[in-house]
Nanobody, 124 residues
């Protein structure tokens, strides 16, 4: 059973930066498309970013373009999300997700494995 554990969240001031990490165990990390979703209080869960198995293509939600960067280190079974110029509307729980099929499936929210999430709070 694949387990995903996120870390790196916290309280950040508007305009600040944070890097989230997600460590995978119990599976073949390099064979999974990986991504991040987020859920703010009272809102639906939404796609943030994703990356293909071999890290050759990344996808971003419109709000993450030019502010967020997703990356992965298959040698460390770790996924990252660098977030810059944070805004109060980025406040949410951020979830790491893996999909054993393809990144297109992951982008639709049908991931096979989900972490428990890490809270990011951006103060105005």
């Amino acid at each position: 059973q694949v387990q995903l554990v996120e870390s790196g969240g916290g309280f950040i001031q508007t305009g600040g930066s944070v890097r989230l990490s997600c460590v995978a165990s119990g599976g073949a990390f390099a064979s999974y498309a990986m991504g991040w979703f987020r859920q703010a209080p009272g809102k639906e869960r939404e796609f943030v970013a994703s990356v293909t198995q071999n890290d050759d293509h990344a996808y971003y939600a419109y709000f993450g373009n030019e502010r967020f960067t997703i990356s992965r280190d298959n040698s460390k079974n770790t996924l990252y999300l660098q977030m810059n110029n944070l805004k109060p509307e980025d406040t949410a729980v951020y979830y790491c997700v893996g999909d054993s099929t393809n990144v297109e499936s992951l982008n639709q929210g049908s991931g096979d494995f989900w972490g428990m999430g890490t809270q990011v709070t951006v103060s105005s």
